[in-house]
């Protein structure tokens, strides 16, 4: 069965399309906009040191999992649970990681909305008076901008509609060699684009501070807090939990080596977080007037900073729109990504046609995200509930951590880590990692997630 599928289903076309696409999933509003924000609310550089802990020895071996998860069963979550457990319970975890897909998918559009909208601004030169302010002045005009565009019901609602209808045509589609090809030569580019502008925040006056604050670790600051939203934030931005990465993982050739292909997309995701950082908080630093306490609560944070940075910088006009234009593709191979998982579930188990299966779950997410979107300003009680920031505390956080400790010990204790592991050395038959993989997988993984969800649980933080 297993081995009809792979012709059926495709796979990708070379390791290399595997590790950009995967990537591009990984790679996202996440890095760039997610981790600069919780990098100010939790702390500075103790949550970069956590959550890069947290990527090497909790995210690398998860995704290690779903992969191998993934390939051995050539399907969706829900069919991958029942193939190697079947008649057990199991399915729920594809379940749930159907069910957190579409959640994600609807507060994560309000977002790329965002991004879509700054680049339209960027396009009609709404940023360039910023270049010429100075003081304080920057930052609040900046501000202002922001706090009005994200409380304009009208505005949130059709760049929500933009998002979700771009990602589900795409879905439906089925264009797995489009998801492959735009990634190929969009990704190098984000990562040129945002080298340089970090070249560029990094020179800032003021700049040091900045990066003292990203690089230099207090730890006096480090709290069950910071712990339990690193360890989300590794799960969130290596997209896993939900069955992304198993999902992808399906389409993998068996010749194809899973430890690089993982390690490799681990690496590339963090590196582009930290150099989202080294982008935003020379910035912020550099701006008179803020401190951290200012910057800890603004959900905003990236596009009250980034027209700043683009505006102090020659030629800013035209990498301002390439960076808003990049951004947006990076949220659109992620938010693509998340909407495969529910698709790729009701076309192998409900057997619907891959274009109804996009379209009603584009709909339902739509309508989902509206309160999401109205909740920065739009509308007052949603704001006052703060219903977008909940939703990806809720989803965003808990249920991929949840996902991710139910997947670690399935792998585990009922697939069995031998089991998995004989599946990765199909492709890398040395497998020189294999005793600390499996150390990691039963143990490391398990026990530090379960910790972090009871401290949850306990509203410890
Ligand atoms: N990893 C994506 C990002 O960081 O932007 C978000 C994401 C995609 C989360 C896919 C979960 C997922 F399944």
Redesign the pocket.
């Given at each position: 069965m297993a081995g009809d599928a792979v012709t059926e289903r495709g796979n990708w076309g070379s390791k290399m399309a595997f590790i950009f696409a995967a990537s591009g999933?990984?790679?996202?509003?996440?890095?760039i906009w997610?981790f600069p924000l919780y990098v100010g609310r939790h702390g500075g550089a103790v949550f970069v040191l956590t959550y890069i802990i947290a990527v090497i020895f909790i995210g690398f071996t998860v995704m290690l999992a779903e992969l191998a998860i993934g390939r051995h069963t050539q399907s969706n979550p829900v069919g991958a649970y029942k193939f190697i457990k079947p008649n057990s319970q199991w399915k729920l975890l594809g379940y749930l990681g159907v069910v957190t897909?579409v959640f994600?998918l609807s507060y994560?559009s309000v977002i790329a909305g965002w991004a879509a909208g700054y680049l339209y601004k960027t396009v009609i030169g709404a940023f360039r008076h910023l270049g010429a302010m100075g003081g304080a002045e920057t930052w609040a005009t900046s501000d202002r901008i922001f706090k009005k565009f994200a409380a304009d019901p009208l505005q949130m609602i059709i760049c929500l509609f933009v998002i979700i209808f771009l990602t589900s045509f795409v879905i439906s589609r089925g264009v797995k060699s489009g998801i492959e090809r735009w990634s190929k030569i969009l990704m190098p580019f984000l990562f040129a684009l945002i080298v340089f502008l970090a070249i560029r925040a990094l020179t800032l006056p003021g700049a040091g501070k900045g990066l003292a604050f990203f690089l230099n670790p207090d730890f006096s600051k480090m709290t069950p807090a910071v712990i339990l939203n690193a360890v989300g934030q590794a799960f969130?931005?290596?997209?896993?939990?939900?069955g992304?990465m198993l999902t992808y993982g399906s389409y993998i050739s068996k010749k194809d080596n899973l430890v690089t292909s993982a390690g490799w997309v681990c690496f590339s995701?963090t590196l582009i977080a930290v150099l989202a950082g080294f982008i935003i908080f020379p910035t912020l630093f550099a701006t008179p007037g803020l401190s951290p306490e200012t910057f800890e609560a603004e959900t905003g944070l990236m596009f009250q900073v980034l027209p700043i940075t683009i505006s102090k910088l020659p030629g800013g006009y035209v990498f301002g729109i390439l960076f808003f234009i990049l951004l947006l593709i990076a949220?659109l191979t992620?938010t693509i990504?998340?909407l495969e998982?529910p698709t790729a579930f009701l076309v192998d188990e409900r057997k619907w046609s891959r274009k109804k299966a996009a379209v009603i779950i584009g709909i339902v997410a739509f309508f989902f995200g509206i309160p999401a979107a109205l909740s920065n300003g739009g509308v007052k009680i949603l704001t006052k509930w703060n219903l977008m920031v909940r939703m990806d505390q809720v989803f965003?956080t808990i249920a991929?951590a949840v996902g991710a400790l139910l997947i670690s010990i399935f792998v585990a204790y009922v697939w069995k880590a031998k089991n998995a592991a004989g599946e990765i050395m199909l492709g890398n038959t040395s497998f020189r990692i294999r005793p600390v993989w499996m150390f990691c997988i039963r143990f490391v993984a398990p026990v530090t997630i379960l910790i972090v969800l009871v401290i949850i649980v306990y509203g410890l933080f």
């Amino acid at each position: 069965m297993a081995g009809d599928a792979v012709t059926e289903r495709g796979n990708w076309g070379s390791k290399m399309a595997f590790i950009f696409a995967a990537s591009g999933s990984a790679i996202g509003l996440g890095s760039i906009w997610r981790f600069p924000l919780y990098v100010g609310r939790h702390g500075g550089a103790v949550f970069v040191l956590t959550y890069i802990i947290a990527v090497i020895f909790i995210g690398f071996t998860v995704m290690l999992a779903e992969l191998a998860i993934g390939r051995h069963t050539q399907s969706n979550p829900v069919g991958a649970y029942k193939f190697i457990k079947p008649n057990s319970q199991w399915k729920l975890l594809g379940y749930l990681g159907v069910v957190t897909g579409v959640f994600i998918l609807s507060y994560y559009s309000v977002i790329a909305g965002w991004a879509a909208g700054y680049l339209y601004k960027t396009v009609i030169g709404a940023f360039r008076h910023l270049g010429a302010m100075g003081g304080a002045e920057t930052w609040a005009t900046s501000d202002r901008i922001f706090k009005k565009f994200a409380a304009d019901p009208l505005q949130m609602i059709i760049c929500l509609f933009v998002i979700i209808f771009l990602t589900s045509f795409v879905i439906s589609r089925g264009v797995k060699s489009g998801i492959e090809r735009w990634s190929k030569i969009l990704m190098p580019f984000l990562f040129a684009l945002i080298v340089f502008l970090a070249i560029r925040a990094l020179t800032l006056p003021g700049a040091g501070k900045g990066l003292a604050f990203f690089l230099n670790p207090d730890f006096s600051k480090m709290t069950p807090a910071v712990i339990l939203n690193a360890v989300g934030q590794a799960f969130f931005s290596l997209s896993l939990g939900m069955g992304t990465m198993l999902t992808y993982g399906s389409y993998i050739s068996k010749k194809d080596n899973l430890v690089t292909s993982a390690g490799w997309v681990c690496f590339s995701t963090t590196l582009i977080a930290v150099l989202a950082g080294f982008i935003i908080f020379p910035t912020l630093f550099a701006t008179p007037g803020l401190s951290p306490e200012t910057f800890e609560a603004e959900t905003g944070l990236m596009f009250q900073v980034l027209p700043i940075t683009i505006s102090k910088l020659p030629g800013g006009y035209v990498f301002g729109i390439l960076f808003f234009i990049l951004l947006l593709i990076a949220a659109l191979t992620s938010t693509i990504s998340m909407l495969e998982v529910p698709t790729a579930f009701l076309v192998d188990e409900r057997k619907w046609s891959r274009k109804k299966a996009a379209v009603i779950i584009g709909i339902v997410a739509f309508f989902f995200g509206i309160p999401a979107a109205l909740s920065n300003g739009g509308v007052k009680i949603l704001t006052k509930w703060n219903l977008m920031v909940r939703m990806d505390q809720v989803f965003g956080t808990i249920a991929l951590a949840v996902g991710a400790l139910l997947i670690s010990i399935f792998v585990a204790y009922v697939w069995k880590a031998k089991n998995a592991a004989g599946e990765i050395m199909l492709g890398n038959t040395s497998f020189r990692i294999r005793p600390v993989w499996m150390f990691c997988i039963r143990f490391v993984a398990p026990v530090t997630i379960l910790i972090v969800l009871v401290i949850i649980v306990y509203g410890l933080f």
